[in-house]
């Protein structure tokens, strides 16, 4: 285990798995270029212990060169990929293989090949040493790859995590087993937003509750925004996959999260099991679930004095409020034996000062660490 300013990372590849991916590359374009001089462009900063090795490696006449383009700070990619060090010259009717370090959504190498579409060379070809084939979107072939690896976030060997971590002779991914991900229940008036907010900060959660989720993909009009105001239009409900695409979407703009703290969703114990497998398949999972347990009376004593304040229709009703409260139980009960079975149900008094009550939530999530 290691530790690159606030990140722990945990060994992933060996010095030796990666000199072995290195020197088979190296062999099968040596095997396509044995009676050519091909010049191969390394891509900066990433790729230079990767160009290093496999020219070693190399057993034929050749010619190197570096270009150099940036797209990601700290754990994401901006989505901005700048030039820094453009074309080398003089590769007009020549052999060219790009050396990646790694190649995953495909932005950077979109890029590259926009930079030599306007140079008339004689063979263009695109070598990577990792290769995330889960998120590449698949515009360009990728002729040559070391080794194909799942999206996660890697340091070492060249690839870096804000500026650090490239001096490295094995490959680390970040440590996920201090992650901590939570549901956090609670009827209307419990608190659960207020609360929310305090915790991701102190434990650099990020918050997603599904209601701003939906307002802000209807609003901006995305594709699923699209999708789901289609089924709304019609008065129907918005399937789960829809939800959980949402959901994704959130989830994989924030890497650089400690966790996710899930608000509004599930509702159901279908998804709660999509929730699970999404998770699943990005080695994550759900540490605990935590509801803010407080009296009807109280709550509704809450609701009415917010909604002076608010103008909320829904909390100027008691009835109204009730029918809510009604309905949280019927659908919550399901899901509070789902995930008892697991062993991740928590129930926490939701009654007294916010002080008080993110104390209690601190305690449970404590345990977790």
């Not at 990666?18 to 990433?46: H, M, Q, T």
């Not at 050396?99 to 190498?109: A, C, M």
């Amino acid at each position: 285990m290691i530790k690159i300013h606030d990140k722990n990372f945990e060994l992933y590849l060996s010095e030796k798995e990666i000199l072995d991916a290195v020197k088979r590359i190296a062999g099968e374009i040596a095997s396509d270029y044995k009676d050519e001089i091909p010049i191969f462009v390394g891509v900066l900063n990433g790729s230079f212990m990767f160009v290093s090795d496999f020219l070693r490696h190399y057993p034929h006449p050749c010619e190197v060169s570096f270009v150099k383009l940036s797209s990601y700070r700290g754990l994401t990619s901006t989505g901005i990929v700048e030039t820094l060090l453009d074309v080398p010259e003089n590769i007009e009717g020549r052999n060219v293989i790009i050396l990646e370090d790694i190649i995953d959504t495909g932005r950077t190498l979109q890029e590259l090949v926009h930079m030599f579409s306007n140079v008339n060379v004689k063979d263009f070809r695109i070598a990577s040493l990792f290769f995330k084939s889960d998120v590449y979107n698949g515009e360009y072939a990728i002729d040559y790859f070391g080794m194909e690896i799942p999206d996660r976030f890697i340091v070492g060997y060249g690839l870096d995590y804000m500026e650090q971590g490239r001096n490295l002779r094995d490959v680390y991914q970040i440590n996920k087993a201090h992650m901590i991900n939570l549901v956090l229940f609670g009827k209307p008036g419990a608190g659960k937003g207020t609360q929310a907010g305090f915790l991701k900060e102190k434990y650099n959660l990020k918050h997603i509750s599904t209601g701003d989720v939906f307002r802000y993909n209807i609003k901006n009009d995305t594709k699923l925004g699209q999708l789901a105001k289609s089924y709304m239009d019609k008065g129907d409900l918005v399937p789960d996959e829809v939800t959980i695409d949402m959901l994704k979407e959130e989830v994989e703009k924030n890497p650089d999260a400690s966790g996710f703290i899930f608000d509004g969703f599930p509702r159901t114990t279908a998804q709660a099991e999509a929730l699970d497998n999404f998770l699943d398949s990005r080695d994550m999972k759900i540490d605990a679930t935590i509801a803010l347990e407080a009296d009807d009376e109280v709550l509704i004593e809450r609701l009415l004095e917010r909604g002076k304040v608010s103008g909320r229709p829904d909390d100027q009703d008691e009835t109204k409020i009730r029918n809510r409260f009604e309905e949280y139980n019927q659908k919550t009960a399901p899901l509070r034996e789902y995930y008892q079975a697991q062993g991740k149900f928590h129930s926490v008094n939701g009654i007294g000062n916010i002080e008080e009550i993110t104390g209690r939530l601190s305690s449970v999530i404590e345990t977790l660490c």
